[in-house]
């Protein structure tokens, strides 16, 4: 792969994942009108886990499931 490519498709993911995250705080504020900063830090351990397998394997699947996984698990 190109590295035009491989900084285009790294961006968009990246972006992804912060959008993910201020969607979620937007709405659990919206909801229950107090902030839960715990949620930052359950969103930033996912995204280690998730860094960390998609540096091991290519596979980007995998590591979003382990990512999501590992946040459903510490939650």
């Known amino acids: 792969m190109s590295l035009a ?18 969607v979620g705080f937007t709405l659990q504020y919206g909801v229950t009108n107090v902030l ?17 397998v998609g540096r091991g394997s290519p596979n980007i699947w995998l590591a979003m499931a382990a990512g999501a996984a590992w946040g459903a698990l510490i939650t």
């Open 36 to 52: 839960n900063l715990s949620y930052g830090g359950i969103m930033t351990s996912a995204i280690f886990v998730d860094y960390a």
């Open 5 to 22: 490519w491989t900084t285009l498709v790294f961006g968009c993911y990246t972006a992804a994942l912060l959008a993910i995250g201020a």
